[in-house]
């Protein structure tokens, strides 16, 4: 690829690939897979056709893919944030303080959402004042937001949450439509519009395509930088606050492991690892793909190792697709 | 599309694999911690057993991949969706599940909880492997056992506040009596660190020569002992015996530092928690204090003021069956 056609009036949503001229969009092969998972679902458990069962089924990636999509974000500027199930933990448990203190359901939601955004502050801070990487600093306050949560809680837990905050958790809007199905669902469009009809949304490609040229075209990268690490903070402390009111209690091992679902959930749809490409729908179908493969495998009572190498292979399976197909074209052609 | 034709033949053959579901079967969820944890697959045998005995009735073996919440709660919400008839879950966390298992009883499905317990409000029983009071007498009947005439035993425990070994410490306490020609010299604590506990094992036996045995209520300390008691050639003299596990205690079975040891049997768990369910689920007994539930070949349980109950006295693991539980965990 030519410099030419990196010019500052012409960055594209996404970096385009012979596979992308040739066939299809990732999305719609996302959603074809989507619906062949749908399908085999369907054929394979009598139970999976159910509006109840596949109510409770969007548990398993709602809270995820509130993160996942102002992670997709961060991702595309070029930065990750792996600190976010961390997060999800000390937002938790400062909830769970306020709530020994006396606080009522809406004084919890602030101190989730605050504690959220103070994270990503932290984190934010250390990558663009001090200028270090933000997979060493997210490494870091892993640890660092998960250990202050094991230092007050140590083996215990903080139950006893007001019946009115479990409405987050546990509600449901309309029929078998939950709360936390209703707030997906807001975020994939607040999230779909910012990214792809804002000015904000080009100055997060272009900081992830090329941040000095970035920088030289009037971008302050810096700063989008740190609102991306602010908002993925306010995220995760959103799905702590969904977490937490599900689950009805607060442990520190609560949502452990969660990172690293939630960047494979914005992998899987389309977004670049190493920044610069990809698309809000994609990470919405990668949600539902990932939703749908682990619930009806659940059905099945296919064992949860199995289901790890099923995601696993997915997912190296459509990272390595575009690249066989180049390299395939390069050999014949 | 090449992938579409794919894609629709796997969907082909999936829906071929998956079989008619048997209508008439009883299916009772054996919900685990972990999936890959030997003490786990014991007890699923365990409970493959009891449904064979039964008779009519299939055992879903489950579990997340990591021992966390949010893992089981998604495998629970699977179970539910399938309409089981009963979930028989060891807990990663007392309360989380609670929301979760209040649902599926809203739902109809019978809900113990077995091993590690589930709040009181989110299951209808819940089945310890065994009580304090069993353990505190378990552990001076496996000293006693090998001393007819008496002698001296002493008592290598974690740290000072630990409130488990400190319960059975009091328990075995109270049933002294029992045993008479027994007398426990000394306690100390070995911090369930392998070198402490070492050290303190060799402490006891040099000040006190004429020690019989050492009684270590801990998986961590028996070992210790154990080690300390071949060291110091004392084996066939003192006798190593508590709560240990048969994996880690298979090696002082075989050179006869330790006779013999206890801790709950996993399978025996396993079945008297499938045993219970099915108990339940079919309407044969009801959850309610006081309540006495026969669980087949262990007998009956009494249910106490929290729909809890134990199951039994710990196992006995000596040279005779060391060999068949070693692997298992």
Same mark, same amino acid.
Request: glycine share 10%; proline share 3%.
């Given at each position: 690829?030519?410099?030419?056609?990196?010019?500052?009036?012409?960055?594209?949503?996404?970096?385009?690939?012979?596979?992308?001229?040739?066939? +299809?969009?990732?999305?719609?092969?996302?959603?074809?897979?989507?619906?062949?998972?749908?399908?085999?679902?369907?054929?394979?458990?009598?139970?999976?056709?159910?509006?109840?069962?596949?109510?409770?089924?969007?548990?398993?990636?709602?809270?995820?893919?509130?993160?996942?999509?102002?992670?997709?974000?961060?991702?595309?500027?070029?930065?990750?944030?792996?600190?976010?199930?961390?997060?999800?933990?000390?937002?938790?448990?400062?909830?769970?303080?306020?709530?020994?203190?006396?606080?009522?359901?809406?004084?919890?939601?602030?101190?989730?959402?605050?504690?959220?955004?103070?994270?990503?502050?932290?984190?934010?801070?250390?990558?663009?004042?001090?200028?270090?990487?933000?997979?060493? &600093?997210?490494?870091?306050?892993?640890?660092?937001?998960?250990?202050?949560?094991?230092?007050?809680?140590?083996?215990?837990?903080?139950?006893?949450?007001?019946?009115?905050?479990?409405?987050?958790?546990?509600?449901?809007?309309?029929?078998?439509?939950?709360?936390?199905?209703?707030?997906?669902?807001?975020?994939?469009?607040?999230?779909?519009?910012?990214?792809?009809?804002?000015?904000?949304?080009?100055?997060?490609?272009?900081?992830?395509?090329?941040?000095?040229?970035?920088?030289?075209?009037?971008?302050?990268?810096?700063?989008?930088?740190?609102?991306?690490?602010?908002?993925?903070?306010?995220?995760?402390?959103?799905?702590?606050?969904?977490?937490?009111?599900?689950?009805?209690?607060?442990?520190?091992?609560?949502?452990?492991?969660?990172?690293? %679902?939630?960047?494979?959930?914005?992998?899987?749809?389309?977004?670049?690892?190493?920044?610069?490409?990809?698309?809000?729908?994609?990470? +919405?179908?990668?949600?539902?793909?990932?939703?749908?493969?682990?619930?009806?495998?659940? $059905?099945?009572?296919?064992?949860?190792?199995?289901?790890?190498?099923?995601?696993?292979?997915?997912?190296?399976? +459509?990272?390595?697709?575009?690249?066989?197909?180049?390299?395939?074209?390069?050999?014949?052609? | 599309?090449?992938?579409?034709?794919?894609?629709?033949?796997?969907?082909?053959?999936?829906?071929?694999?998956?079989?008619? &579901?048997?209508?008439?079967?009883?299916?009772?969820?054996?919900?685990?911690?972990?999936?890959?944890?030997?003490?786990?697959?014991?007890?699923?045998?365990?409970?493959?057993?009891?449904?064979?005995?039964?008779?009519?009735?299939?055992?879903?073996?489950?579990?997340?991949?990591?021992?966390?919440? %949010?893992?089981?709660?998604?495998?629970?919400?699977?179970?539910?969706?399938?309409?089981?008839?009963?979930?028989?879950?060891?807990?990663?966390?007392?309360?989380?599940? +609670?929301?979760?298992?209040?649902?599926?009883?809203?739902?109809?499905?019978?809900?113990?909880?077995?091993?590690?317990?589930?709040?009181?409000?989110?299951?209808?029983?819940?089945?310890?492997?065994?009580?304090?009071?069993?353990?505190?007498?378990?552990?001076?009947?496996?000293?006693?056992?090998?001393?007819?005439?008496?002698?001296?035993?002493?008592?290598?425990?974690?740290?000072?506040?630990?409130?488990?070994?400190?319960?059975?410490?009091?328990?075995?306490?109270?049933?002294?009596?029992?045993?008479?020609?027994?007398?426990?010299?000394?306690?100390?604590?070995?911090?369930?660190?392998?070198?402490?506990?070492?050290?303190?094992?060799?402490?006891?036996?040099?000040?006190?020569?004429? $020690?019989?045995?050492?009684?270590?209520?801990?998986?961590?300390?028996?070992?210790?002992?154990?080690?300390?008691?071949?060291?110091?050639?004392?084996?066939?003299?003192?006798?190593?015996?508590?709560?240990?596990?048969?994996?880690?205690?298979?090696?002082?079975?075989?050179?006869?530092?330790?006779?013999?040891?206890?801790?709950?049997?996993?399978?025996?768990?396993?079945?008297?928690?499938?045993?219970?369910?099915?108990?339940?689920?079919? %309407?044969?007994?009801?959850?309610?204090?006081?309540? %006495?539930?026969?669980?087949?070949?262990?007998?009956?349980?009494?249910?106490?003021?929290?729909?809890?109950?134990?199951?039994?006295?710990?196992?006995?693991?000596?040279?005779?069956?060391?060999?068949?539980?070693?692997?298992?965990?």
């Amino acid at each position: 690829m030519s410099l030419t056609d990196n010019a500052p009036r012409h960055i594209p949503d996404r970096l385009r690939s012979p596979l992308q001229d040739k066939l +299809v969009s990732w999305e719609s092969l996302l959603l074809a897979v989507a619906i062949a998972i749908f399908i085999v679902n369907s054929l394979a458990s009598p139970y999976f056709l159910n509006a109840w069962n596949l109510s409770d089924a969007t548990f398993n990636f709602t809270e995820k893919a509130m993160i996942a999509f102002a992670m997709a974000l961060l991702i595309i500027s070029g930065e990750i944030d792996l600190s976010v199930a961390a997060i999800i933990a000390l937002a938790s448990t400062a909830m769970g303080v306020a709530m020994e203190m006396g606080a009522g359901t809406p004084m919890l939601v602030l101190v989730g959402l605050t504690t959220g955004v103070l994270c990503g502050a932290f984190n934010g801070a250390l990558v663009t004042k001090l200028g270090l990487p933000s997979i060493v &600093v997210t490494i870091g306050t892993m640890s660092l937001f998960r250990g202050i949560s094991y230092i007050i809680l140590g083996d215990g837990a903080f139950r006893g949450y007001p019946s009115s905050f479990s409405w987050f958790g546990q509600g449901y809007v309309f029929w078998v439509i939950s709360v936390e199905f209703v707030i997906f669902a807001l975020l994939a469009v607040i999230f779909g519009v910012v990214l792809h009809k804002t000015n904000f949304g080009r100055m997060v490609y272009a900081t992830g395509n090329n941040a000095t040229g970035a920088l030289f075209s009037g971008v302050r990268v810096d700063r989008v930088k740190m609102t991306l690490f602010l908002l993925t903070g306010l995220m995760s402390g959103l799905a702590a606050i969904c977490l937490t009111s599900r689950l009805g209690s607060t442990r520190p091992s609560i949502a452990s492991g969660m990172e690293l %679902e939630v960047v494979t959930m914005v992998v899987l749809g389309g977004v670049n690892i190493l920044g610069g490409s990809g698309s809000i729908p994609g990470v +919405v179908i990668a949600a539902f793909v990932m939703g749908l493969v682990t619930f009806g495998l659940g $059905l099945l009572n296919v064992p949860g190792i199995v289901m790890s190498i099923f995601i696993g292979l997915l997912l190296i399976g +459509v990272i390595a697709l575009p690249r066989l197909w180049t390299m395939w074209r390069k050999k014949v052609g | 599309m090449k992938f579409t034709k794919l894609m629709t033949s796997v969907a082909v053959a999936a829906g071929l694999f998956a079989g008619p &579901v048997a209508a008439d079967d009883m299916r009772i969820a054996l919900v685990v911690k972990a999936l890959g944890i030997g003490f786990f697959e014991a007890a699923a045998e365990g409970a493959e057993e009891a449904a064979k005995e039964i008779g009519g009735v299939e055992i879903i073996y489950t579990g997340p991949t990591d021992t966390t919440a %949010e893992g089981q709660i998604e495998v629970i919400n699977s179970l539910i969706a399938q309409k089981v008839d009963a979930i028989a879950v060891s807990a990663n966390d007392t309360d989380a599940l +609670v929301p979760t298992l209040k649902k599926a009883m809203q739902r109809g499905i019978t809900v113990v909880s077995w091993d590690s317990g589930v709040a009181e409000d989110g299951r209808q029983a819940h089945l310890n492997p065994s009580s304090n009071a069993l353990i505190g007498n378990m552990i001076i009947k496996l000293a006693a056992d090998h001393l007819p005439d008496g002698g001296e035993v002493a008592v290598l425990s974690a740290t000072t506040t630990s409130t488990n070994q400190n319960i059975w410490i009091d328990e075995m306490n109270k049933v002294m009596g029992n045993y008479g020609g027994i007398e426990v010299v000394s306690t100390v604590y070995g911090d369930d660190l392998a070198d402490k506990s070492y050290r303190e094992a060799t402490g006891l036996m040099q000040s006190h020569p004429e $020690l019989d045995a050492i009684i270590a209520p801990t998986s961590v300390g028996i070992v210790a002992a154990a080690q300390a008691v071949a060291d110091a050639g004392k084996i066939g003299q003192v006798n190593v015996t508590g709560l240990g596990l048969p994996s880690e205690m298979a090696g002082a079975i075989e050179s006869g530092a330790s006779k013999s040891f206890a801790i709950w049997n996993p399978i025996d768990l396993g079945y008297s928690a499938t045993m219970l369910a099915h108990q339940l689920a079919t %309407e044969a007994a009801t959850a309610s204090p006081g309540a %006495e539930i026969s669980i087949g070949r262990m007998g009956t349980i009494t249910l106490d003021d929290t729909n809890a109950a134990a199951m039994a006295d710990p196992f006995v693991y000596d040279s005779s069956n060391i060999d068949d539980f070693k692997e298992i965990f």
